[in-house]
């Protein structure tokens, strides 16, 4: 599905350099991608140091996966190919933002750790950061605010990461968050305190 089908393309240089970008934006762009089971609390967890970020003048954006399902993935399902695929296009937007000095958050399930290796390797070195939303399967279960793990035990969700298709867990993260046993607002600050630890703030 990735193949290059385009012809007689050039790749274009920017005037503007990424790190003049840094610069007029106080802090160095990167991508964290938060990655775990469905109602591990990635979206919240990213949503909230979104939020902290914004209020501290950071520039960021969160990009959620039920969101970009609704548009620039609509037409992708859940196949084994179709999540490969799904996390390409959004690997491929988010070094996008990155490189534009975006601090940006992906809350993505994605389950398969070639998938989220190969779009560590579209980015800088430093500016991936994997972020393991380390929540057992029974606390998501438990969570299960869309109902989803319900619907996959009764069989009415088939391919569902945890049930029946696998979630590979990341086996050297940069950051591992505790969400069976941590709240949101103290995992979000270990998010930035790790940040703020790597220099992202400090140009």
């Known amino acids: ?21 840094a610069e007029q934006n106080g802090h ?37 996966g039920d969101n970009v399902r609704m548009g620039l993935n609509k037409n992708l399902g859940f196949s084994a190919e179709d999540r490969t695929e799904n996390i390409r296009r959004i690997g491929e937007v988010a070094k996008l ?8 958050l992906t ?6 750790r070639e998938d989220r290796n190969k779009v560590r390797e579209l980015l800088g070195e430093g ?18 605010p869309k109902g989803l793990y319900k619907k996959a035990r009764a069989g ?4 569902f990461t945890g049930i029946d298709d696998p979630y590979e867990a990341p086996e050297n993260p940069e950051i591992e968050l505790d969400a069976d046993n941590k709240g949101i607002d103290e995992l979000a600050g270990e998010v930035i305190a790790n940040l703020e630890n790597r220099g992202f703030f400090s140009l």
């Open 1 to 21: 599905m990735s193949e290059q089908k385009a012809t007689n393309v050039t790749w274009h240089d920017h005037h503007v350099s990424q790190t003049e970008r």
């Open 28 to 64: 160095k762009g990167a991508v964290l991608w938060l990655t775990g089971l469905s109602a591990c609390g990635k979206s919240t967890i990213a949503n909230t140091v979104d939020h902290l970020l914004h209020s501290q003048g950071k520039r960021t954006y969160v990009l959620d």
């Open 97 to 104: 933002f990155a490189d534009a000095g975006l601090i940006t």
């Open 107 to 112: 809350a993505f399930i994605s389950p398969y």
């Open 127 to 144: 500016e991936f950061l994997e972020i393991y939303v380390n929540a057992s399967l029974e606390t998501c279960e438990a969570r299960d």
């Open 156 to 159: 009415e969700i088939k391919g």
